[in-house]
């Protein structure tokens, strides 16, 4: 057995990983635009990219790297996704990373980027961050405000897992995001470090399953960036490990990120979680469940906070998938909202259907009423500040 | 050879169609809600219904009739679309139509309905309008005006088609919608009527061909609705035909109506016409076009009027379709906006750019560089006021 505790800060509480972050002026404030993150000793590293076509210059600088490959050095900035920009765009990172080797010696360093697309990086800038950096720092919320672009707030969390044999390890992570996913600007990056003695292949299984139950299951705005990273570095200097407890703290916290990038979704108030049931088939359940999470409609009457279950049917119609008026009932959270005897919302249900909808957080539940396919997947709202954020970026 | 004129007013100018439009006080101003079509002869019927997989009752309704059936009726409501409402909203219909016969002799009467999901009709004010219907009027300016739900203008058209023989025909519509497709209120609606002596086959075939290049290639916010109606009534009455010319108007006519519902489009101000070409298939080219057309974060950048191509590229790479960094060309009508050899944008391009997103209505032409599939679809941008019809609906 095993209990997780969830720390203060973040990957500063991993042992041997160093964190910082600066201004070099990319942005206009005097907030911190560049950072890193460095092990003293050599990490094994997992990796989710975007599954977009147009893969940004340092996910191509990455693949590079043989098979396999350690690292000990992460540089991370904001603004500039560095995408689109075409061989040049490697080679601006490695001449980056030959500036870097006049200040400290790294071994693999890899890069990751967020903001606009379709510009060169300027070098100047950004290795200007060699001299403001300090390289032993362990200032993981100067790193986690470096990779904010629209976040209104910095996301980061750190775990403590202590194993029932007396022994630890740490898990701790930064992350940013506020549009799932947002091209030109929002990009979503998460980074997980751990000092647990976890096997290559238990990162690779775990980092897959838990991406796949947290970002993969959010929408914003259903776009797909050039420059998504979840990634996973593990040092083993903790020299202890537990399968099981390894995986449920990974879980918890790429499921706590995913809903803080959610919750900070731009221009955007409630948090729904769209719980598909009764379907045919798993696929099924998932396909009206990311429609409803992307659907226009739907996130306008969720802001407007309008009972009308007329656009979730709908929805749930226009995906195609096996589901009939008869069979179909429609909840938020425990409150019938449709079923075939009970079509029209009365005052009494419209009522009580109206507080649920001023709630911050709520479950729309769909019970197709054909089969037990289920999925779950989660989304916002969309207000006019969505409209003002991504009308006025980059202007 | 023939000529296509374009007359003033709408199905009014067909021979033997009469057409009204009255308020029975279910829109809350004095606007007109009630209308119908009659012809004086029985007319053929070609119909495209929505892929919903719920289907409104007036649908369910015109399906019991037998294939081929005729009709000289047709009953047309805003403000409730009959949806989600069970076999009772089939009876209500029927019920309508019992009460009709005591007005006026009809023939297998047919109905379509828009507004909101969920709520059955009010029978009684339905058929109050059967008071006050004059069933032989030309009045197609207000039976135009009757089917509106949040579109901000009318949409009806006529065009007069005069062969070389000096035999001529007519065909004249109505339209509605101001969503694509907007499933709690904003259904897209439309009736064409003609009284051109053509046979059945050519009814579909052309039908089919005119729909799929219109109102399937036009994106307000990517929603399919409960309602959605096609309708293409003849009555044969002017004895002449042309296959070629009568293909061409009723594809010019549907052309533009689904236009004018782009320009109506809920709280849009630009018309954009998304021009993909050089993909490796016309599939591809269409699922390109399409994601540019639905994109959130495309939308924004055009109501922004952002010259940023990153937005479109990102788009065109989360589809997964064969395009590189390389062979990918993007223009703003005929202004050349990236290439592989011209990726960041230069104040003198940038300026251009700006002037063109100023405009009412422009192309962004992508070419994927690899084949020669296209595709054209049509969209808008969005801005605050879709947030804000779509947020205040029903309120």
Not at 155 to 174: M, T
Not at 306 to 321: L, Q
Not at 335 to 364: G, H, N, P, V
Request: net charge negative.
């Amino acid at each position: 057995m095993f209990n997780i505790f969830s720390l203060k800060g973040g990957i500063s509480n991993v042992q041997g990983f160093c964190c910082d972050g600066v201004n070099v002026g990319m942005k206009s404030s005097q907030d911190e635009d560049v950072g890193f993150i460095r092990s003293e000793a050599l990490c094994d590293i997992s990796v989710r990219f975007t599954t977009n076509r147009f893969q940004a210059s340092p996910i191509i600088h990455f693949k590079k790297y043989p098979k396999d490959f350690k690292t000990n050095f992460l540089l991370i900035n904001s603004k500039n996704a560095n995408a689109m920009t075409g061989e040049k765009g490697v080679e601006d990172i490695e001449e980056i990373f030959n500036r870097l080797s006049n200040y400290i010696s790294v071994e693999n360093p890899i890069m990751s980027s967020t903001g606009v697309i379709g510009y060169r990086l300027d070098i100047e800038k950004i290795t200007s961050s060699f001299e403001k950096f300090d390289f032993n720092a362990k200032n993981s919320d100067r790193l986690a405000r470096a990779i904010m672009t629209t976040d209104s707030f910095k996301k980061e969390l750190s775990f403590r897992v202590e194993l029932d044999s007396g022994d630890s390890f740490n898990i701790a992570g930064v992350c940013k995001g506020a549009g799932m996913i947002n091209p030109a600007m929002a990009t979503m990056l998460c980074f997980v470090t751990t000092d647990a003695k976890i096997p290559k292949s238990d990162m690779e299984e775990f980092l897959s399953e838990a991406t796949e139950k947290s970002f993969n299951r959010i929408s914003v705005d259903g776009d797909t960036s050039t420059n998504d990273t979840v990634m996973l570095l593990s040092n083993g200097l903790s020299n202890s490990y537990n399968r099981e407890a390894f995986r449920e703290a990974l879980n918890r916290m790429l499921f706590e990120f995913a809903m803080m990038i959610l919750k900070d979704g731009e221009g955007a108030n409630k948090l729904i979680a769209f719980e598909v049931k009764g379907a045919k088939d798993s696929l099924e359940a998932e396909r009206v469940s990311r429609a409803l999470s992307n659907s226009l409609l739907v996130k306008t009457a969720l802001f407007g906070e309008d009972p009308n279950w007329g656009r979730i049917a709908s929805t749930i119609g226009a995906t195609g998938v096996e589901c009939s008026e008869e069979s179909l009932k429609i909840y938020y959270d425990n409150l019938l909202i449709y079923s075939d005897t009970q079509r029209e919302l009365d005052r009494d249900r419209e009522e009580r259907a109206y507080k649920i909808m001023k709630r911050d957080s709520f479950k729309i539940i769909c019970d197709l009423g054909v089969g037990s396919g289920e999925f779950t997947s989660y989304g916002c709202d969309l207000s006019y500040e969505y409209v003002k954020i991504n009308a006025e970026y980059r202007t």
